[in-house]
C-alpha cells in the first residue's frame, strides 16, 4: 500500500496537485474559500467552504476535467515570500487563511504560491510548473467541521490521489476497486448482515439474522476462551448514575465523548462508554484475599460513545457497539505474569484467524500535555515500566508512542494492517493503578495488610462491530466454515420429489450443531445453485434420487465448480475436523 505522505515525491506531487484541485473548485464554484489541503497517507485532500453548495459524487468529474484543463497550459508554479501584512492584504476576504496566518510567528515571512489566477498560503515545496500534474483522480468527498471541532462550521472536503505516470495511477485504480469490492458495508448489505436507517439514528446498527449468528459465534468463541483461561463472565447495566463515572474520573476526562445525561427523579445517569467503572463495583462487593488474585471479570458488553457525525463510517465506527471487554485484578507480584497471559491469549487468538500483520504499540502518556491524564507520576512511572519489561523479556518487537496512553494509564495496542491497506488498533492491554485507588479497591495481603490491587483493562477481539468489519473485508463476505451463518444450504433437485429427504439431512446436521438451511423453492436447480454461491454459503449439497438411495449428498463448495458425492456420516465428520481447525484465508 502508498503511502503518499511519506514517499517524497509522490508528497510533493500531490500537495501540488491539492492546489490544481483548489484552482479548478475555484474556477467552477466562485464563492469557495479553503481551509487547509495537506498530503495524508491515502492522497491528499482539501477542506472547503462552498456556502450553501453540496458536493455530490456526480461533480467529481468536472473538477478532475476543470483540473486537466488547468494542467494543459502548463502554467509556473512561483513561491514568493511576503510580510504578514502583505499575506493579510492578499486574503483579506478570506477568513479561513486571515486565521492561518494570525497562527503564524509574526517575525517570520510566510511562503505563497501563485499558478495563473489562483494564490495560495502554502510551506511547499511544489513542482515546477502545472502540466507536470497530469494523472490524477479524484477519489471521494465527506463532511470535515473546520478545525476538527464539532462546534464549527462543517466543511466540504474533497480527497484525491496523483502520479507521475498513467500506469501508476491504472494500479492505483485497480487497487481502489480491490477496496471498493472489499468495503463491509457493501458486503454487510449484499450478504444481509446489518442495516442502519435514519429513522433509528446514525450510528446506531441493527444486526440482521446472518449478522446476529456471526456475531454470537464470535461472543461464544471468545468466551469459551476466556472460561479456559479462568475467566468470569458478568452482565452489567447499559445505563448507569453519572456518580459512577464522576467516581472514576470519566465525567471529567471523558464526557465529550459520552452521550448527554438524563435527569431522572434526584438523580443524572447517563449510557455508559465502557465497563470499567461497573466492573470495579463488583469487584468491591465482596471481600478479597491474596489467595484470590487473579480476579478476572469479563463481559461482552454494549456501550455507547457519542461520535461526531462526520466520524461515523459503517461499522467501523459507530455509537452503539459490543466491546470483548475485561478487567484484571492482581497483586504487584503477579502483574508482569497476566500481562504476558492476556498477550499470549491476544496472539493465540489471532492464530485462530490467520492474523499475521500486526505490530505492538506502546502508548504512553505525553509528557508535555499531563492534562489529559490523571495519577501521580510515580504510578505512571510503574506501569509504564511493566509494561516495557515484559515486552523486552517476551522479544516482542514494540515502538512507543507517546500521547496514545488511556487517561489513567499505559497500554499496548496491537496494531494490525487490514486488507485495504489501513493500520488500526484491534486489541488492547491497559495497566491501571488510578482507578483501584479512586473505587478504594483493596484485598487482604498475606501478612494480613489491607493493599489496592492493580487493574489490567484489556479487550482481545476489541469491538465485536469492527472486528466484524474487519473479518467481512478481510475475506470479502467469504467466511470459513466455522464463522459462516448459514454454513449449508440444501438444495433437492425436485422440491416436489426430495424435500422430504432434504429435511432428514437437514435435521442430521443441525443434530450434529451445524447451521443449515433448505432450498425448498418452485425455481431451477441452477438458479438456486448459483444463488446460494451469491450469498458465499460454504457448502451447498445437492440431493435427488441417487443421493436418497445411498444416503449421500452432492457437494458443491463456495467458489468452485467440481462437485464430489459424499457419504452423508463422511461429510458430518470432514465438517467437523474443518470447523475444530478453524483458519481464516484472505481473499
Not at 515546477?128 to 464539532?150: C, M, P, Q
Not at 459503517?314 to 471487554?325: C, I, K, L, S, W
Not at 440431493?543 to 452432492?554: A, L, N, P, Y
Request: glycine share 6%; charged share 30%; proline share 4%.
Amino acid at each position: 500500500m502508498i503511502n503518499f505522505k511519506e514517499d517524497e515525491k509522490l508528497n510533493v506531487l500531490n500537495h501540488s496537485c491539492a492546489h490544481l484541485m483548489a484552482q479548478a473548485v475555484k474556477h467552477l464554484y466562485p464563492q469557495a474559500k479553503f481551509w487547509v489541503g495537506p498530503v495524508v497517507e491515502e492522497g491528499f485532500y482539501y477542506d472547503i467552504d462552498l456556502g450553501d453548495e453540496v458536493i455530490r459524487d456526480e461533480d467529481l468529474p468536472k473538477i478532475e476535467a476543470e483540473m486537466h484543463k488547468i494542467s494543459e497550459t502548463g502554467e509556473k508554479i512561483v513561491r514568493k515570500e511576503v510580510s504578514h501584512e502583505e499575506a493579510r492584504q492578499i486574503f483579506k476576504d478570506d477568513p479561513y487563511k486571515e486565521d492561518l496566518i494570525a497562527g503564524m510567528p509574526a517575525d517570520e515571512q510566510i511562503s505563497i504560491y501563485t499558478q495563473g489566477d489562483y494564490t495560495d498560503l502554502c510551506r511547499g515545496p511544489h513542482v515546477d510548473n502545472v502540466g507536470l500534474i497530469r494523472y490524477f483522480e479524484l477519489t471521494k468527498h465527506s463532511g470535515a467541521y473546520w478545525k476538527g471541532d464539532a462546534k464549527n462550521k462543517m466543511l466540504q472536503r474533497i480527497y484525491g490521489v496523483c502520479f507521475y505516470t498513467e500506469e501508476e495511477l491504472k494500479d492505483y485504480e485497480a487497487q481502489l476497486e480491490d477496496e471498493k469490492a472489499r468495503d463491509h458495508r457493501k458486503i454487510g448489505k449484499e450478504l444481509q448482515m446489518f442495516m442502519f436507517d435514519d429513522l433509528v439514528g446514525a450510528g446506531l446498527p441493527m444486526w440482521l439474522p446472518n449478522g446476529f449468528t456471526l456475531r454470537r459465534v464470535l461472543s461464544d468463541y471468545i468466551m469459551d476462551k476466556e472460561l479456559d483461561h479462568g475467566y468470569i463472565h458478568v452482565v452489567t447495566p447499559s445505563v448507569a448514575n453519572v456518580r459512577l463515572y464522576k467516581t472514576s474520573g470519566h465525567w471529567a476526562h471523558y464526557k465529550d465523548d459520552m452521550f448527554p445525561a438524563m435527569q431522572l427523579d434526584d438523580d443524572a445517569y447517563v449510557l455508559r462508554p465502557m465497563n470499567c467503572p461497573e466492573h470495579m463495583v463488583i469487584y468491591k462487593s465482596s471481600l478479597h484475599s491474596y489467595r484470590d488474585l487473579p480476579v478476572r471479570i469479563a463481559e461482552v458488553a454494549n456501550d455507547f460513545r457519542y461520535e461526531a457525525s462526520g466520524s461515523l463510517t459503517g461499522m467501523e465506527r459507530v455509537r452503539a457497539f459490543t466491546q470483548n471487554d475485561s478487567h484484571i485484578f492482581v497483586t504487584p507480584e503477579q502483574l508482569k505474569d497476566e500481562i504476558k497471559n492476556v498477550m499470549l491469549l491476544i496472539q493465540d487468538v489471532y492464530s485462530d484467524f490467520n492474523i499475521t500483520d500486526y505490530r505492538f504499540r506502546l502508548g504512553l502518556r505525553d509528557p508535555a500535555n499531563t492534562d489529559k491524564y490523571f495519577g501521580n507520576e510515580e504510578l505512571w512511572d510503574k506501569s509504564e515500566k511493566s509494561l516495557r519489561e515484559v515486552m523486552q523479556e517476551e522479544n516482542w518487537p514494540y515502538f512507543e508512542s507517546l500521547g496514545d496512553a488511556a487517561f489513567y494509564g499505559p497500554k499496548i495496542d496491537v496494531m494490525i494492517r487490514t486488507a485495504v491497506g489501513h493500520e488500526v488498533a484491534l486489541s488492547t492491554c491497559q495497566v491501571d493503578y488510578q482507578l483501584p485507588e479512586r473505587f478504594e479497591l483493596n484485598y487482604v495481603d498475606r501478612d494480613g495488610e489491607k493493599k489496592t490491587p492493580i487493574v489490567i483493562h484489556r479487550a482481545i477481539l476489541g469491538s465485536l462491530d469492527r472486528f466484524v468489519a474487519y473479518l467481512l473485508e478481510e475475506t470479502k463476505g467469504v467466511l470459513p466454515l466455522w464463522l459462516a451463518p448459514i454454513q449449508c444450504e440444501i438444495i433437492p433437485v425436485s422440491p416436489e420429489a426430495h424435500l422430504d429427504y432434504a429435511n432428514e439431512v437437514k435435521a442430521d446436521l443441525k443434530s450434529c450443531g451445524f447451521r443449515v438451511e433448505v432450498d425448498s423453492r418452485n425455481e431451477k436447480l441452477g438458479y438456486r445453485v448459483r444463488e446460494a454461491q451469491q450469498k458465499k454459503i460454504p457448502l451447498s449439497l445437492v440431493v435427488g434420487d441417487g443421493e436418497i438411495k445411498d444416503h449421500s449428498v452432492t457437494v458443491r463448495r463456495y467458489g468452485e465448480k467440481e462437485e464430489n458425492k459424499v457419504a452423508l456420516e463422511d461429510l458430518i465428520n470432514a465438517m467437523r475436523i474443518e470447523v475444530r481447525n478453524k483458519g481464516l484465508k484472505k481473499q
